[in-house]
Each structure stands twice: as C-alpha cells, then as structure tokens.
C-alpha cells in the first residue's frame, strides 16, 4: 500500500478519476478499485488533533467533561492506493513514505 499527499482536492480527483474506465459513470469519490487497483481508500485533508495540557501535562476538559483539544487543519488530500502492478508515473510525484505500520502488507 502506498499513500499519497496531493496538493488539491481537485487534482487529487483527476488523479483518481484517471483511474476509472472510460465509460464508467463512478463517482471519483466512489472509486473503491480499478484494472489497476486492488483499492483505493480516499482519506481527504486529515487534520491532527491534539489535547491540551495543564502544567502537570494532563489533559483537560471543559464543563460538560469533553476533552480539550488543539485542531491543525490538514493541508494535503491524502489517499492510499494498493496497486496491482507499478503505480502511474503522474503519482511519484505524491507519494510519501509513511511511518505507521498500517500501511504495511505483509
């Protein structure tokens, strides 16, 4: 599994769109696999979420006990591909080299 970072939501949907045979009526936000595919999982623009802190370093909350938190708004449209052979040249230039194990097959 590879995933990718792309830069627009609108190119990442051309991407993803290219993808589909010709005379498919899919919606590039359907597209779950393809001829050269064995998925596709559309992520979209993941924000981070973070607790906040108190001086002892434990989280806090309001007044109804949710926890608070910091929200980093994601800046790329992430999506994960399982290729069936080589990836398209046109997504070498997305891909990044993700450190979470989920997105290891063994």
Known sequence: ???YSITTEIKAKNL???LAPIDSEIEWSELTGTEKTHGIMIW???DKVT???DEDEQP???KDGMPLVNVIKGTT???DVVWKG???TEWEQ???NPLTPSHTIL
């Open 1 to 3: 599994m590879k995933r």
């Open 16 to 18: 993803i769109s290219a």
């Open 44 to 46: 979209g623009f993941e």
């Open 51 to 53: 607790p906040i802190l």
């Open 60 to 62: 806090t909350f309001d």
């Open 77 to 79: 449209y992430n999506v």
């Open 86 to 88: 080589e990836q398209p």
């Open 94 to 96: 997305y891909e990044i």
